[in-house]
Every structure is written in structure tokens, then in C-alpha cells.
């Protein structure tokens, strides 16, 4: 079985600014792969970052890095230069098998 | 690269009629997913097929069900509504190997509100 934890429902950030989304997960599956997704109003489901379980280096893109921790089951995602655009859920999720299972979200709100 | 659409956009039932949600996967993806998600909840996966055969299955009863075509679309059928089938639906294509297998990209979504 596979659970994804979401701890903060919101957080803000200032524009320009890094913030930092955690996660923190559970499974069963020996390969594994972590996703951060982001949803914005529009509720189009966006692709941010993904990483394999078995690759010790974290994946960053662009703006986007995250920071994962194996042994702690510790996913998080940092972004920074905070961009008005970043508004939006954010939907950590982990793929065992051939389902994706989410966290409940964060909400990111952006100060001008 | 064409990217994941899916049909309609929105969609109005009544309790207990069927309904039908289309989805074409980007180009060259051979798996799609389709997922529900609640207002203020995360998506929750529904089932996933793979050459035309379901390739597992989500906590969903029955009256679920789907279909894949040799070109890879896809379809979801709901059949009896219910309230609680008011949702965003969405489908999600992927490949089953490679250098980023699994890896799944989401379409727009429908919505579905069923009163």
C-alpha cells in the first residue's frame, strides 16, 4: 500500500521569494518513482518534477528542486524566485506500480 | 507532440443515467489512467489500461468501466449515477517503458456534475 502526507494545507510565499512544500510518503514497492504535480484554477493537472527512487541526486527544473530523503520517506519542493504565476495546489504523488497515489494538496498563494 | 485531450469539457446528468468521458493520449503513449478527484481532494486512480486490457484497478465499484482502442484512446463509462460521481475526471497517458516510463501527463479534465 502506498500513502502520501501533506502536512501544510497552505502557505505563502512573497514573490521573488523561496518556499519550501513538504511531503512525506509510504510504500511498499522497491521501485518507485516521486512527483510533484501542480493544479491551478483551471484544474489542468501540470507535471512541476520527478524522481526516480534509486537515484541519489535530486532533480531539479529550472526554478524547481526538491529535496529527497530516502531513508526519512522525505519528498519536498523547493521553488525558488517565486513567480506570480505559482499560484496554484500543489499535488505531491508517488507511482508504485501503475497508479499514482496523491497527497491531499498545498495551496500556494503568492504575495505581489 | 500533441498532448493528452479529453471530452466534453463539462457535462450534466441525472442520478441514475450512464454517461461516457473520451480521452486521447498524447502521441506515442501506450498506457492511459483515469483518475477522480473530488472538489478539495486529491485524485484518486480509477483503473489504467495498456493494450487494450485493464492493467489494474483502483476502489471503484463496478458500474465503472473502460475501454482502450488500438490507437490508444480511451473511454470511461458510468453507469447508475450517483450524487457522489459529481466530479473532475481525469485521464493521464504515459509510457509503459523508456527512459521516463510511468511518467503520467494529465488532460484538461470534464467535469462531471450529476444531479
Known amino acids: 500500500a502506498q500513502t502520501v502526507t501533506q502536512s501544510q494545507p497552505e502557505m505563502s510565499v512573497q514573490e521573488a521569494e523561496t518556499v519550501t512544500l513538504s511531503c512525506t510518503y509510504d510504500?511498499?514497492?522497491?521501485?518507485?518513482?516521486l512527483f510533484w504535480y501542480k493544479q491551478p484554477p483551471s484544474r489542468q493537472m501540470i507535471l512541476v518534477i520527478r524522481?526516480?527512487?534509486?537515484?541519489?541526486q535530486n532533480a531539479t527544473e529550472n526554478r524547481f528542486s526538491v529535496n529527497f530523503q530516502k531513508a526519512a520517506k522525505s519528498f519536498s519542493l523547493k521553488i525558488s524566485d517565486s513567480q506570480l504565476g505559482d499560484a496554484a495546489m500543489y499535488f505531491c504523488a508517488t507511482l508504485g506500480g501503475n497508479k499514482l497515489v496523491f497527497g491531499a494538496g498545498t495551496i500556494l498563494r503568492v504575495k505581489s | 507532440e500533441t498532448g493528452v485531450t479529453q471530452s466534453p469539457t463539462h457535462l450534466i446528468k441525472t442520478r441514475g443515467q450512464q454517461v461516457t468521458l473520451r480521452c486521447s493520449s498524447q502521441?506515442?503513449?501506450?498506457?492511459v489512467s483515469w483518475y477522480q478527484q473530488a472538489l478539495g481532494q486529491g485524485p484518486q486512480f480509477i483503473f489504467q489500461y495498456y493494450r487494450e486490457e485493464e492493467n489494474g484497478r483502483g476502489n471503484f465499484p463496478p458500474r465503472f468501466s473502460g475501454l482502450q482502442f488500438p490507437n490508444y484512446s480511451s473511454e470511461l463509462n458510468v453507469n447508475a449515477l450517483e450524487l457522489d460521481d459529481s466530479a473532475l475526471y481525469l485521464c493521464?497517458?504515459?509510457?509503459?517503458?523508456?527512459?521516463?516510463?510511468?511518467?503520467?501527463?494529465f488532460g484538461p479534465g470534464t467535469r462531471l456534475t450529476v444531479l
Open positions: 510504500t511498499s514497492e522497491s521501485d518507485y518513482y
Open positions: 502521441s506515442g503513449h501506450n498506457t
Open positions: 493521464a497517458s504515459s509510457l509503459a517503458g523508456g527512459q521516463f516510463k510511468g511518467t503520467q501527463y
Open positions: 524522481q526516480e527512487a534509486y537515484k541519489q
